[in-house]
């Protein structure tokens, strides 16, 4: 293992990578959302035996440096971060993986800056437009037990999201559509512990079904189709990012690949821990394979 920080736009960030010796194309993590650390990711560690995993904390939580400067946190400094990222840790080739809004931030990059030498994509719960997200949890919410229901319409009503009864409404629908494991493994909570609520709320807002942050109109699906890696996508049958969403994504890029995990939710990665690591390892050495040929 080898960990350290780099340096990016606005402040270090704190970087890990597991088996770095490995020969393969290394994978680099994007975390999700925003303000959440790479530490819930940690069942990819086991993707090392074949190359190395490179995670990092975004910066603003975790491990990074954490400036309190809210205007840092925007979708195209955090773009140039996963650039420097990369020319920092002389990542020339790399497959990338990115979980919710680490999709978003994947997707950003590839459409915008169109860098050299990313292998392939693999979009994990993916949140790539807001709008529609925040739709997906609102038919979510409609199969919630009512008094879920009416606690959060009460609290977006009058704009207190700080009452015992919303935070319990949110907490129930975190243990259907977030995480179903009771209870919510170590690395997921040692994530909550180290994020960032400042920059959850001020990008996206005050919970995953109330988008109201900068990032509320974001959304490029209608240029996926201009992506040329080999993508995945992954989802939980009660994910947050919907399976029909996702399947839109997947029909939306010529070649893309969906796989979706039953009973689980958005954290699918934990909850069906063997079979999302055998999809993803078989994924990604086809586009290696796939490089190798062209």
Known sequence: MREG????????????????????VPLLALHGGPGIPHDYLEPLEALADERPVVFYDQLGCGESDRPGDLSLYTLPRFVEELAAVRRELGLERVHLLGQSWGCMLAVEYM???????VASLVL???CLDSRRFAEDQRVHLEHMPEAVREAVLKAEASGDFTAPDYQAAIMEYYRKHVCRLDPWPECLNRAVEKMNPAIYEHMWGPSEFTARGTLRNHGRTEELGAIDAPVLFTCGRLDEARPETAEEYRASIPGAELRIFEDASHEHHLEQTEAFLAAVADF???ADESVRRS
């Not at 990016?8 to 770095?20: E, H």
């Not at 459409?111 to 030498?117: F, H, N, T």
């Open 5 to 24: 920080f780099i340096p990016a736009p606005g402040g270090r960030v704190f970087y890990r990578i597991i088996g770095q010796d490995a020969i393969g």
């Open 111 to 117: 459409l915008v800056s169109r860098p050299a030498g």
């Open 124 to 126: 994990c719960g993916p």
């Open 284 to 286: 990604l050495r086809r």
